[in-house]
């Protein structure tokens, strides 16, 4: 595994060590490796053939130059892993279309303020995908939750799980501003895609360190990445 906490745009400082280290219990258990960095020199051809899947956890900004952005593309699409984490996928404009209209597939238009952690309905639609076989059909987590500008079960995405907009407020308030941030009957926050061989996985969840003490999450981003590796599950052949 090689994970990846590179910031240029706002620091999740909880959610970066709370992720970090339960990625490297999980590795320790599975007996996977992990080099963690934030250095985005290590994005060469030759360094990438050495892992098989990338953890984008919390990465904001635009943290890699054009070689660096082209290596990854070019190993995802030859049959590399890519599972990105919450901030990966928080960015209101991005330098790198690519990485916008098809890695993640949406973008991210804001999040509830005042209150900004809510607890909410989160149902799993798909239970047959490793990331999500371990969880409950629907369970109440409190999150910073995310909206997008689509939904990329119109892309042909493998939506894995939506949060149901009736048991929270999505609308941002702040300094009198009000702002709607509903996305309707369908918003995903947890799925997965091909990208040419590769595979990419993308979850919403987890902004609080205590996210990652629970065992819904920990079972989510295993599973998550043992796909992405192809350990466990099928497609992208």
């Not at 590179?6 to 970066?16: D, M, W, Y």
């Not at 994005?43 to 990465?59: C, I, S, Y």
Request: aromatic letters at 10%; one cysteine or more; glycine letters at 10%.
């Amino acid at each position: 595994i090689l994970l990846f906490t590179k910031t240029n745009g706002f620091r999740h400082e909880e959610g970066i060590p709370a992720g970090v280290a339960l990625i490297e219990a999980i590795a320790k258990r599975r007996g996977w490796s992990v080099f963690h960095t934030e250095s985005g020199a290590v994005f060469t051809p030759e360094n990438l053939a050495r892992f098989d899947v990338v953890v984008w956890h919390q990465v904001s900004g635009d943290v890699l130059d054009d070689a660096q952005k082209e290596a990854l593309k070019r190993w995802i699409e030859a049959g590399g892993g890519w599972v990105g984490i919450h901030g990966a996928g928080g960015d209101s404009s991005y330098a790198w279309s690519w990485y916008k209209d098809v890695l993640v597939g949406a973008l991210f238009i804001g999040h509830p303020m005042n209150p900004q952690f809510q607890d909410a309905k989160l149902v799993i639609e798909d239970r047959a995908h490793p990331a999500t076989a371990q969880l409950p059909e629907s369970f109440v987590h409190n999150e910073e939750w995310y909206s997008f500008d689509q939904s990329v079960r119109a892309k042909g995405y493998r939506v894995l799980a939506t949060v149901d907009e009736t048991s929270y407020a999505p609308r941002l308030k702040l300094l009198g501003m009000e702002r709607d941030l509903h996305m309707g009957a369908d918003h995903p926050v947890i799925w997965s895609h091909c990208v040419g061989k590769g595979r990419a996985f993308y979850s919403a969840l987890g902004h609080q360190a205590k996210s990652y003490a629970l065992p819904e999450l920990q079972h989510l981003l295993e599973g998550a990445i043992a796909w992405a590796a192809r350990l466990e599950g099928e497609g992208c052949n």
